[in-house]
């Protein structure tokens, strides 16, 4: 799993203050863990009253902290040695009273002691009843706290301990946890760089409730784009309708038809140093989309389709009015001579590299988790890849793209 390339070996804090929604805290340790990140857990007075220091020390395989004294007696002064270690503190939940405590510098618990003197990014995830979330005391704290650089996840609007609902619902374990992502990728090494992805298959209108499309779910190309935001990259994701879940931190551009997605594809490239053309993007049109739906007749019917634009080709063959595009990568989807149909593609179109997809096989190219593909670059160098997950080409095909946009 990619998350697990940037949690293995990290050190997170995660302070817990004292919040009805401190046992979501529970299930983001678990996954911080899981990804392979050590954790150690810090627990105010107030936390501890809502969850026991035990359920989270199982979880970490850590001593909970809870006392700001009882470290004394170790070798290292507690604080000064998790906040020099750690690679990134979460505060979750974060109330208002230890948000305002965090603003002025008050370091009258472990947990804020080892906020002050923390030299990596904090992330807070505000946990608090409406009125205090929307009081301008805490506007002004956040405010402060966002100018400082420190980084924020929520609130969210839901149901609230009061019984109320409104903002001030902390947000679920897994986006806490992405935030959490995010901010880690910022050290990696495509951090800067702007890349497109486009992703999915599109639909050509025939009337108005049927249209040409393809069996694309978008997994291969979603997969690239989480990829390289875990790498650091300014994601731009132009999609087709698809039923996934758009990557955190990426921006997506949801469009329906071919012509839609050339139009987003050539605005992004404008400001990218990469694309990656994943998308099934439909070859023929209707010539016209019929206005009402089509009856249906005894005899046959025939549509009228022209050639959509190749949007690849368009980009290659414009690039050297952009001095930015540094990579322009393509798939080639076949059912037959792969290899052959793949490097007429690459050549065709001026690619810098090309993805030959198999989509003959049932655990291979469309809808599934699971791909084969042989990566060929401009000089035709073929490198075939066993049947892998989806997400794990993502990694090499991003990979072989910073060679490109990186200079070593
Ligand atoms: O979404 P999934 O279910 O995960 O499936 C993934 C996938 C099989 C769709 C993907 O891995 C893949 O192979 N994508 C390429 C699909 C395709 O349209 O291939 P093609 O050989 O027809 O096109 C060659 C290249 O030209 C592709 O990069 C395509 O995006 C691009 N193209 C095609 C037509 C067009 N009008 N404009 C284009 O830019």
Not at 152 to 167: E, F, K, R
Not at 281 to 296: E, G, M, S
Request: net charge neutral; with cysteine; glycine share 8%.
């Amino acid at each position: 799993m990619a998350a697990e390339r940037l949690f293995k070996d990290k050190s997170v804090v995660v302070g817990v203050t004292g919040g009805i929604s401190a046992y979501k805290t529970v299930t983001l340790c678990s996954r911080l863990v899981k990804a392979g990140a050590t954790v150690d857990v810090i627990l105010t007075d107030a936390a501890e009253e809502f969850v026991r220091p035990l359920t989270f020390q199982a979880l970490t395989h850590r001593p909970v902290i809870t006392e700001m004294f009882s470290l004394l007696q170790e070798t290292e002064i507690g604080h000064v040695s998790l906040g020099k270690k750690a690679d990134l503190m979460i505060i979750a939940p974060a109330t208002a009273n230890s948000l305002a405590k965090l603003t002025h510098g008050l370091a009258d618990n472990m947990l804020l002691t080892t906020a002050l003197a923390c030299r990596s990014p904090i992330l807070v995830a505000p946990a608090m009843e409406t009125g205090m979330w929307e009081n301008s005391a805490t506007c002004a704290n956040m405010k402060t706290l966002e100018e400082r650089g420190v980084n924020v996840v929520g609130p969210a609007d839901g149901h609230l301990a009061s019984g109320a609902s409104g903002a001030g619902r902390m947000s679920e374990p897994d986006e806490i946890f992405n935030a959490a992502r995010k901010i880690l990728s910022r050290r990696e090494p495509l951090n800067g760089f702007r890349i497109v992805v486009s992703a999915g298959g599109t639909r050509e209108v025939i009337d108005p409730v049927r249209f040409i499309g393809n069996r694309s779910s978008g997994k291969m190309g979603y997969a690239l784009a989480q990829a390289a935001s875990d790498r650091g990259a300014d994601v731009v994701l132009i999609h087709g309708p698809t039923a996934l879940q758009n990557p955190y931190g990426v921006r997506d551009v949801g469009v329906e038809s071919a012509e839609q997605m050339r139009s987003a594809v050539l605005k992004a490239v404008e400001s990218a140093d990469a694309l990656i053309m994943t998308a099934a993007v439909a070859d023929y049109r209707p010539v016209t989309a019929a206005k009402q739906k089509i009856k249906k007749r005894e005899s046959g019917l025939s549509l009228d389709l022209v050639r959509t634009t190749d949007i690849l080709a368009e980009v290659a063959e414009n690039r050297t009015e952009n001095i930015r595009l540094k990579a322009v990568f393509g798939f080639a989807a076949e059912t037959e001579s792969l290899l052959a149909h793949a490097r007429e593609k690459l050549t065709r179109k001026q690619l810098d590299f090309i993805v030959a997809n198999d989509v003959s096989a049932s655990d291979s190219g469309f809808s599934v988790d699971t791909n084969r593909v042989t990566l060929i670059d401009s000089a035709g160098e073929a490198n075939e890849l066993p049947l892998m997950q989806k997400q794990e080409i993502a990694e090499i095909i991003i990979d072989r793209l910073a060679g490109f946009i990186k200079p070593q």
